[in-house]
């Protein structure tokens, strides 16, 4: 399995040949804004929830790749399909269904979640998604709390999981430690911080505070790709 990292809560997945582009926000990301989304290829576009900084591409990237199937709660699927997206795949917390890559369930996430215009967005989710290649939960924008427990009941081969680590509007780095023995999994890699002045963290910090707690904080650079 290959993760890339777009900045912000944004990473492509390929696994089982296909591509999954979680949560695009780039062109409105003072630190990501020299990618270039036209050449981004997607075969899935998934939403963890409805605010901005996690969906404000959606649409442009869409259009480079109209074929791709574009998954989220369902309030979501709705909006971006009165705007032209023609496959949808609609969800809500606690469903699983099986797609060409894998399985995905759709996890609690406890944030807030309106659209781009106001439009409620339905409830924040995460996604706990299981692969030939292996099993990832990707948090979405969380505070910690104690369901995360379940997620280490629902898969026990967690390779790694993706978490916000900037505090503010998220969890901060030392709850996502928490969330990670919560989850059962030792790689964590660091998301929706540094993007804008809230959350700006000390990394040095933050990855000294996983090793100490014998994890691991793996903050990549922008367009990094790594294997997993
Ligand atoms: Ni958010
Ligand atoms: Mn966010």
Known sequence: MQVTYLGHFCFLVEVNGLKLLFDPFISGNPLAKNIDIQKIKADFIILSHGHADHCADTLEIYKNNPNATLIAMYEITEWFANQGVKNTHPMNIGG???????????????????LPDGKPGGSAAGFLIKTKEGDFYFAGDTALHYDMKLISLWSDTLKFAMMPIGDNFTMGYEDACIAADFVGVEKVIGAHYDSFGYIVISHEEAKNHFKNNQKELLLLNLEETINL
Do not use: P, R
């Not at 699983?96 to 309106?114: L, Y």
């Open 96 to 114: 699983t269904f099986s797609f060409d890559f894998g399985s995905i369930k759709m996890v609690q996430a406890v944030h807030s979640s309106t």
